[in-house]
């Protein structure tokens, strides 16, 4: 197994963080994002859209962290981390959405203006952060995971932006259920951390 990643790249740590968490192993080709490696021929062979991550399973290649997610989970997770019925499919991968939605729009882009120095309406991402935050605290207010009662790709999809929101200048202690759903997801066994979050 071949993980295309980037280490300040919170999508590609959500697959790091999920293969830790399986005790799955895997060869790390590390793609510079600054010298804008993930735009060179040889990576949109791999993955056309120029993103990290991507997963090269024995020759079976898939991208967007999402879907590798959902990948891992059913290949080698079976039911713990994605239910295979109706309803607890639909539960987790509507969190899955709002990680590729409102938690890119928000936490990720506030990140991403002040961390990398991008151009954009950090303004406007930090209110979309806010937003998203909202959701996940109010969830998490009287949950301890985001689907089905137990840690799911649902929490690894949202956890990392969510983590890091103080890069992006936003004060996490205004959204008081997060804290505690971080220490639980850093508890489980396998975790690893990332620069800035967690262990």
């Not at 890091?164 to 804290?179: F, M, N, R, S, T």
């Amino acid at each position: 197994m071949k993980l295309y990643d980037a280490a300040v790249s919170g999508n590609a740590y959500k697959v790091r963080l999920m293969l830790a968490l399986l005790g799955r192993d895997y060869e790390t080709v590390s793609i510079n994002l600054p010298a804008k490696e993930q735009k060179t021929a040889e990576y949109l062979a791999v993955n056309p859209l120029g993103q990290v991550p991507a997963l090269d399973d024995d020759g079976y290649v898939i991208r967007a962290s999402p879907a590798i997610l959902a990948y891992l989970a059913r290949k080698y997770g079976g039911e713990d981390w994605l239910s295979s019925d109706a309803d607890g499919l639909g539960e987790v991968m509507q969190w899955l959405s709002f990680s590729a939605n409102e938690m890119i729009n928000g936490p990720a882009i506030s990140r991403a203006l002040i961390k990398f120095n991008r151009q954009g309406d950090l303004e406007l991402a930090q209110t979309r952060a806010r937003a998203a935050l909202g959701i996940l605290d109010g969830r998490l207010a009287d949950n301890d995971w985001l689907a089905l009662g137990r840690p799911t790709i649902a929490d690894i999809a949202c956890y990392p932006y969510a983590g890091l929101v103080w890069e992006g200048q936003i004060e996490i202690d205004a959204y008081p259920a997060l804290k505690p759903w971080f220490a639980r997801i850093e508890a489980l066994p396998g975790y690893v951390g990332m620069d800035g979050l967690g262990g």
